[in-house]
């Protein structure tokens, strides 16, 4: 969703085609979350450089260092501000969901 300058990704689980498996480790499906934002931010006009926030949720706290490798890919230049939750998700293949918030800055 966006509203003026500012873009809202909700949360983003590892959803693959035609409802197939996701990937089996936490930093594959880390990358498909990521991949899922990064074209919902560009329909709205916005790209992963202009987040400044994300949230990640992951089912097991042992699953953190992989997804933060993920997300440090993606973010590498950018750096949102971050807040990582352990909580139980809706699908029980899903080790992990990312959701985002951007501004985007006109020059």
Do not use: N
């Amino acid at each position: 969703m966006r509203v003026g300058d500012q873009v809202w990704v909700a949360g983003t689980a590892p959803i693959m085609p035609d409802d197939a498996d996701p990937p089996a480790a936490a930093y594959d499906q880390a990358k498909v979350c990521l991949a899922i934002i990064a074209r919902a931010l560009a329909e709205a006009g916005a790209s992963l450089e202009d987040v400044v926030r994300t949230r990640i949720y992951v089912t097991d706290a042992s699953h953190i260092d992989e997804v933060g490798r993920a997300h440090g890919e993606a973010f590498a230049s950018v750096r949102p501000a971050t807040t990582g939750i352990v909580t139980q998700l809706l699908d029980p293949r899903w080790l992990v969901e990312i959701e985002a918030e951007a501004v985007i800055l006109t020059p």
